[in-house]
């Protein structure tokens, strides 16, 4: 809890009152720090957190290859501060082949690292501004914008600075695309992670309408399972394919160095192959270099490179004819939460059952479409300049699975829960009717 939450400690007697004068103090020396440098600061740690972790496993990386034969650290810490800023949208030329796919995976551990610094810069400035009887009151409050805007400076500061530190006449990363997915963090992570950890969330989301939060709360759950779902599919395909991604560890003889890197890399990668999964599922598939496609009904393949993640491809030709099937799943799953949401908060209206339940697929898929279009981009030379989802169709087979989806699994529930209102409406009123001195 923050100060900004706390009641005021009680006072029973003289040894109580001086405890909890004492106690107060501390709070309040710990939720008033000054505000300009603690956001600032926080956010400088936000970005240099990750920062720092990149370029120790690219120094790690560097000793488990060739044992540090080879190249120099400083090199090392280039490479990782590269793949930190290719975490934040920047292209990086690697040998001449730029590179603009980002790993998802090292953007999520940002934009993590972000909320959690974000919540505890919250914390430490929930004392500033108005207490929370004036905020519900309309007292102007704007120590979150501030802090927030603070803290996006700091994070893009660090951005500007690895992007002029790093670069090199070959690699030339992009330091306006950086500064850009730093604001996006800033403000759109640690923005949030500041008004919750502040405990102004708590007092502006009830001012949010209801609907909209049910909406948000549909598509929330509908992502969340999706993105289940899709990692169940990415499994059973490696599984039952498991033999050609060992094939291909052994193709590149790989010692344990190597293979605990390849490791580190997938898992970096992971949210990406998500999305790919995704695009299968629901249909439209997916690129892996010019002139292919992966999708349900057919695969058309070409020379790709040795990369394990790869196995979970489907063979090439025809697929068999239950895949097509495959694309139900996703009108099944918001079936299911919508009904799932109908059932905790039922809403008896035909018509505010029906577009909660459309408006938050609606809104599922809009947001997978966008997560999907930053999955793919070019990995490499030739043909591996267009690898990625087919994101306008994505997003007309998302919405629509997930739209329609969401309107059935409402609207059957609320006809289960309508019918066995009147049900019960009607078994009261025969109650009643039998009762004596009733006519």
Not at 182 to 193: D, K, N, Q, T, W
């Amino acid at each position: 809890m923050t100060s900004l939450q706390s009641p005021p400690a009680r006072r029973t007697g003289p040894g109580r009152s001086r405890s909890a004068s004492d106690a107060d103090l501390r709070r309040r020396l710990a939720t008033t720090r000054p505000l300009v440098p603690t956001a600032s600061i926080g956010g400088v740690i936000a970005a240099g957190a990750p920062l720092l972790v990149c370029m120790a496993v690219a120094v790690v990386g560097w000793f488990l290859t060739d044992a540090g034969g080879q190249g120099a650290p400083g090199d090392a810490l280039r490479v990782g501060a590269h793949g930190w800023l290719m975490a934040h949208g920047s292209t990086v030329a690697v040998e001449g082949i730029r590179i603009t796919a980002m790993p998802l995976g090292l953007t999520l551990l940002c934009a993590w690292v972000a909320w959690r610094v974000g919540h505890r810069v919250g914390e430490s400035v929930s004392g500033h501004g108005p207490d929370a009887d004036r905020i519900a009151d309309g007292a102007r409050d704007l120590t979150v914008p501030y802090a927030a805007g603070l803290f996006t400076v700091g994070y893009a500061v660090v951005g500007v600075l690895t992007a002029s530190v790093a670069a090199t006449a070959s690699s030339a990363p992009a330091p306006a695309r950086v500064v850009v997915w730093s604001a996006l963090i800033g403000l759109a992570v640690g923005g949030p992670a500041i008004a919750f950890g502040s405990g102004r969330a708590a007092i502006w989301l009830p001012v949010l309408p209801v609907v909209v939060r049910d909406i948000a709360l549909v598509a929330r759950r509908i992502l969340t399972r999706w993105a289940l779902v899709c990692l169940l599919a990415l499994l059973a395909a490696l599984v039952l394919d498991f033999s050609t991604a060992a094939n291909v560890v052994s193709q590149l003889h790989a010692d344990g160095g190597a293979v605990v890197l390849m490791t580190a890399l997938s898992l970096l990668l992971l949210p990406n192959a998500l999305l790919f999964s995704s695009a299968y599922l629901l249909g439209p598939g997916f690129t892996v270099g010019t002139g292919t496609t992966v999708s349900t009904t057919t695969v058309v393949l070409g020379p790709l490179p040795m990369f394990p993640l790869l196995a979970a491809l489907p063979d090439q030709g025809s697929q068999p004819w239950w895949t097509d099937w495959l694309m139900l799943t996703p009108l099944v799953l918001a079936a299911l939460v919508a009904g799932q949401v109908q059932r905790e908060r039922p809403i008896l209206a035909w018509d505010r059952a029906a577009i909660r339940g459309c408006a938050g697929g609606i809104g599922a898929g809009v947001a997978l479409a966008l997560a999907s279009g930053l999955a793919g981009g070019a990995v490499g030379p030739g043909r591996m300049q267009d690898v990625g989802p087919y994101t306008f169709d994505v997003l007309l087979h998302a919405i629509t699975s997930f739209g329609i989806g969401g309107v059935l699994g409402a609207l059957v529930v609320c006809w289960w829960q309508r019918d066995a209102d009147g049900r019960v409406r009607v078994a009261l009123r025969g109650l009643r009717a039998r009762m004596p001195g009733r006519s």
